[in-house]
């Protein structure tokens, strides 16, 4: 087995190796410790995980110039991007500090013994519980916000279960920090110590996935990857959730009016999220709808300008850089596509590429041109009035869909909203799908390939992947959890079927 | 293919054939129906749906006699669980009714834009939306509230989503009875005329399940019937969440303390929980732990004579019958297993069977004592104190867990609390598993093998397995559902962080 390196995108250069791939033996060991620290971490007061989380934000935040260094060296992202990630990196951990201790995510409902009209009613108290350990696989695209101290880990932290972090395969050393900081966390926090726990190397993502005390899987990546661990999944004696945020296309449509009014900031706008990240965030417009006659091909122009002055921009690693370029020579060879226009030429060192513009006509749609490309290029799809419903049909689902119109085109927008909706997890109005904001109302998911679960990933509500409900019937006071006890009133609940608020909250 | 008839399990007689296996053709037909009902039902506003629910449950209630003489010809289940079953039913259909009026199953959530620490948010207003056709599998132990008219059908129409069902072959003229039913109340609610399908024979279950229109099946049945529609759905394009409730020993531990205290009372009530419904409820305590010594003896002893002065039950059908047959002599001839009881003989017609009770030390156990038994029958495991814990960790996790102790015993509930929460979806004190009332706190659901999932099949939430969330960005208000306009304010709603009751309710 080959140690664990990473190379600088920009330079190609190999770092020194920073960890052995972790063994079968070790990896058994280290979800060993997360299932023996599972109920002890679990029965720790809500407050003391808020404050946990809390410790990690701040210890994140104070290791910022090493990290977001760190961070540069291996993904090659910008740093002015990287520090912006690591806010938000910071603030989903406080966030998630604030949904544990506002309560409303435990459910907690209590239904009073009574009479029915099945007879006498038992006392039944309901509330989500913590699963047991999480396995959560980093992503190579948000080395810090999908990573070792991501979305998914701080949600499954907050609904109260240990995690285990897969380091993704790009950003190793970086993962070894920000894994040392949480263990950091840990300790000042005094939380068990096995409530994280970290392995490198593709055969330990395996191992983790099959071994039996991993109660769930959180993983943002590709559709390959995401099949290939369902298929372990599916294998083991008891199959688990598993949570793959894996493909999205994200559609946007432009409308003749709305071309008319306003192409130059749809241009930019459009251009910006299609080459912002190097095009490598999940939400990226990959597929723009522009109507054919003179306004669409004023746009078409203006986008087509902007992107031949794109600078050429520099890709994750190698895997994503060989496959944006036999991508474009897949695309290249499809006679229905044209090359709109190519960015500033990309220099030859590292993984660097030119930004892409291409186009096809509704009408020639085949679906071949409607692969997910992670990298800064964009299919521009040219319609008619008449071609656009079947070209639409042709869309696989998304994480989102975008259309741009204007105030007077409510019946157009009706429409078209009616055939996005059932193909996406969001749908935005004259916005851009890039930029998913950590709030309590925010969905990322989406039908398949978009994602494979009724759940978001990113948002308040993605807490409840990791938690499953639990009822006690007739249960002595002392056995219940605090949340549950008659006298808790510091929490939403419903009580007899009715929603009450907690005694603070003024309504 | 044979048509599809049944056979009176009392009498063995076979019935009249009432229809004929659903043609690959047809279940196309009505899949097809479904789909394009989909986006109308769920467009509907909120009190359509729920009237349509109050009134299948009218229509239900209008055909008791004709439901109830005709289940017991083909279930054999007695008239008068019968009719408390058809008042379930009704029941529930109301009680989703309610849940649909009152809304908060929507988690309706809005964000208003704003300054936040990653910059300006954008409007965000999430809420759960429909999935389009479910396929739900009729039940044989509860021919009515887990079958054509029951849980999965009215949570999944109460969502706003068209079903259809696959009709249990126990009881397939009760079946079309029921469905004719629900087509009336389609008739007379004015929903769309595809809202409900029906479709016959175990080949167009398959068919059914495979379909790509088809967004999520709910299925109460045997663990083996729930893999193999679990392998059909991994071998589909897409795959679809999959809601089995397959499998249940649901242990029950006696203390020593409440032995002694209560002997007579947990005696009958257990054996009246074991052979209620001739032992054929998912709920049915399977296994019960008893101590060793003198309290433990008279408990038994109890339990004993009640279990042979019990009658002889009726089981659902032939291939239940020979599996509770099998079982049995399976159980007999381990060596450990020993017969405590046997009820009164069986007639040797229709699919009687006799009560029983086996016993094993809880020593001796090696798991193989611990399968589900579909019938009126129990293994007692007589335990020590530092012998109950290596026999509890041999147990498969189970919907319900029972412990039966007395007030003073606090720490001895807490550490067996403590052992059976993670095995089950709900845990009960000195009552019984079986009876699950329909209500806002009630969870059925826990562990595989239990269930597959992270929902209940039956309470309130049990909706939640049919919806998905969907995010409105920056919309227009006239694309906006009703719920998420500002206006709105007659359902509970999160806006802002802050959970908001509706107007009308007084806190």
Chains 1, 2 share one sequence.
């Not at 995980?49 to 990690?56: D, E, G, I, N, P």
């Amino acid at each position: 087995m080959t140690a664990v390196a990473s190379i600088n995108p920009i330079t190609g250069e190999t770092t020194a190796a920073v960890a052995e791939p972790t063994s079968p033996d070790e990896v058994a060991r280290i979800v060993a410790r997360a299932a023996a620290t599972a109920p002890l971490y679990a029965a720790l007061p809500r407050n003391a995980r808020s404050a946990f989380l809390r410790t990690m934000a701040d210890e994140l935040e104070a290791a910022r110039d090493d990290i977001v260094a760190l961070a540069h060296r291996e993904t090659g992202i910008p740093e002015v991007r990287l520090n912006g990630e690591l806010t938000r990196t910071c603030y989903q951990a406080r966030f998630f500090a604030d949904v544990v201790d506002e309560g409303g995510y435990l459910e907690a409902t209590i239904d009073n013994p009574g009479d029915t009209p099945m007879g006498p009613g038992p006392d039944l108290r309901r509330m989500l519980v913590p699963l047991g350990p999480v396995a959560v696989f980093g992503a190579s695209n948000f080395p810090l916000a999908f990573s070792v101290p991501g979305g998914d880990t701080v949600s499954a932290l907050a609904a109260g279960n240990p995690v285990v972090v897969k380091a993704h395969g790009s950003h190793p050393a970086l993962s070894l920090l920000c894994y040392d900081i949480l263990v950091t966390a840990v300790q000042k926090s005094g939380v068990p110590s096995g409530t994280v726990g970290i392995v490198f190397g593709t055969q330990a993502g395996v191992d983790l996935v099959a071994h039996p005390a991993i109660r769930a899987v959180g993983f943002t990546g590709s559709l390959n990857g995401g099949q290939a661990l369902m298929d372990i999944i599916t294998s083991r004696d008891e199959p688990i959730p598993f949570y793959g945020e894996l493909s999205s296309l994200n559609p946007l449509v432009v409308t003749d009016q709305a071309a008319a009014a306003r192409a130059d900031e749809i241009a930019e706008g459009l251009v910006a999220s299609v080459t912002v990240s190097a095009g490598q965030l999940c939400t990226k417009p990959g597929v723009i709808f522009v109507p054919r006659g003179g306004h669409g091909d004023a746009l078409v122009n203006r986008i087509r300008h902007l992107v031949q002055d794109s600078p050429a921009a520099v890709l994750l690693n190698g895997r994503i850089h060989a496959a944006y370029n036999e991508l474009h020579a897949d695309l290249g060879a499809l006679p229905q596509v044209t090359s709109l226009a190519q960015g500033l030429d990309a220099p030859e060192k590292g993984f660097f590429v030119s930004p892409r513009l291409l186009e096809v006509q509704a009408e020639d749609l085949t679906g071949a041109e409607l692969n997910e490309c992670f990298g800064p290029s964009a299919v521009v799809v040219r319609y008619a009035p008449e071609s656009i419903d079947r070209a639409l049909e042709l869309l696989p689902s998304s994480l989102t869909a975008t259309i741009h119109a204007e105030d007077d085109e409510a019946e157009l927008v009706e429409e078209l909203s009616g055939r996005l909706l059932p193909l996406v997890g969001r749908l935005i109005f004259n916005q851009y799908p890039t930029g998913v904001l950590v709030s309590w109302a925010q969905h990322h998911g989406g039908p398949w390939p978009a994602t494979n679960a009724l759940h978001t990933s990113v948002g308040a509500t993605a807490v409840r992947r990791f938690l499953r409900p639990l009822v006690w019937q007739n249960a002595p006071r002392h056995v219940l959890p605090e949340e549950l006890r008659d006298e808790a009133g510091d929490i939403p609940r419903r009580v007899d079927g009715q929603l009450r608020q907690p005694a603070s909250v003024s309504v």
